[in-house]
């Protein structure tokens, strides 16, 4: 098989992590979770005391991104990447509320987004790659092979989003949890650096009333066809 980027771009809990991990699983490559390396930075920025209710400090949050470690290691127990920061496993406190509420506003720091960006595309250099977020096939790789963008309703998504809360045993109202997705959105899609966006060539899947077993069959028809071309070419 040729080398090859596989970009899943989408709104939050659409399951773009979900469907991307199935896809690396299947193709036997690299899953890389953009969206925990930008958790990961907003993490360390809170314990840093940097950023609080989307407020920062630009000059103190640029001054400590070169403390900052991002690394990815396979758990086998679980079978799946897990995030580390600075030789810590986040992958846990990273989902939590408290960091999702602050990421879309870290975010939009240009540096930040500069850094990680520099350091997917390294990732993606080494080979094959699965990557998800929200500027994969617009900014980090736009010249990827294959491109997927996911969206769901509000509803849909929020419902997923608190029901992956609550078995976590965090104690979250669903209203709540459904107006800070729609913040994020918004912020995300207004934000001036790398915005969220639909690439023209992208596939959209809109999974609001589809199964995981039924997103993964649709993608993997896509991207098998694409594979076929993809080996004509060369």
């Known amino acids: 098989m040729v080398k090859l980027v596989v970009a899943i771009d989408g709104y939050a809990s659409c399951g773009k992590s979900t469907l991307a991990k199935r896809i690396a699983g299947q193709i ?12 990961a ?12 209710k989307g407020v ?16 990815f290691q396979y758990h086998p127990d679980t079978g799946a990447s897990e995030t ?15 960091v999702s509420g602050e990421v879309s506003p870290v975010s939009t720091i240009p540096e930040v987004r500069e850094r990680l960006v520099a350091l997917q595309r390294k990732m993606g250099e080494k080979g094959s790659v699965v990557m998800d ?16 963008f996911m969206t769901a309703s ?8 608190y029901d992956e809360l609550t078995a976590n ?24 650096v790398a915005p969220l966006r639909k690439a023209a060539d992208a596939t959209v899947i809109d999974n609001s009333y589809l ?13 098998n066809k694409r594979l076929k071309q993809l080996d004509k070419s060369h």
């Open 28 to 39: 036997q490559c690299t899953y890389i979770d953009s969206g925990a390396m930008y958790r």
């Open 41 to 52: 930075v907003t993490l360390h920025l809170i314990r840093k005391g940097l950023v609080k």
């Open 56 to 71: 920062f400090d630009a000059s103190r949050v640029l001054a400590e991104l070169g403390n900052i470690v991002i690394d």
């Open 84 to 98: 580390f920061l600075n030789g810590e496993n986040v992958e846990r406190e990273i989902r939590l509320p408290a």
């Open 133 to 148: 977020g929200r500027d994969i096939g617009t900014v980090v790789f736009p010249n990827a092979e294959i491109k997927f």
């Open 154 to 161: 509000p509803d849909v998504r929020a419902k997923r989003r």
């Open 169 to 192: 045993g965090e104690k979250v109202l669903l209203q709540d949890v459904r107006t800070g997705l729609l913040d994020r959105d918004r912020i995300d899609e207004n934000r001036d």
């Open 211 to 223: 199964s995981e077993d039924e997103q993964f069959e649709l993608a993997i028809q896509y991207l």
